[in-house]
Nanobody
Framework: QVQLAESGGGLVQPGGSLRLSCVAS????????IGWFRQAPGKEREFVAG????????DYVDDAKGRFTNSMDNAKNTVYLQMNSLKHADTAVYYC?????????????????WGQGNLVNVSS
């Protein structure tokens, strides 16, 4: 059973930065692509960014392009999401998920494992 755990969220002012971490219980990145999703209050969970099984970024949601960056540290079984120039609209619970899709996916149902979620609150 793969386990994922996010950390790094918190309260930040508009324009600030945070780096989220997603640590896997084992080295899964050769077998799973990793996606970052977020869920704002009263809204559905939406795709934000993803890394495929080669460790390359395969997609960002338009709103995140130029502000968010994916990266991976295989030795630490960890994927990161660096978020810069944060806006009020980025406030949400952020989740990392693992999918066997080689190219990654924006579709929730294709993900087999999820972390517990981590709150990012952008507020002045």
């Amino acid at each position: 059973q793969v386990q994922l755990a996010e950390s790094g969220g918190g309260l930040v002012q508009p324009g600030g930065s945070l780096r989220l971490s997603c640590v896997a219980s084992e080295n899964i990145f050769s077998r799973y692509s990793i996606g970052w999703f977020r869920q704002a209050p009263g809204k559905e969970r939406e795709f934000v960014a993803g890394l495929n099984r080669s460790g390359a970024t395969y997609d960002y949601v338009d709103d995140a392009k130029g502000r968010f960056t994916n990266s991976m540290d295989n030795a630490k079984n960890t994927v990161y999401l660096q978020m810069n120039s944060l806006k009020h609209a980025d406030t949400a619970v952020y989740y990392c998920g693992a999918t066997t899709s080689y190219t990654g996916s924006r579709i929730l149902s294709r993900y087999s494992y999820w972390g517990q979620g981590n709150l990012v609150n952008v507020s002045s």
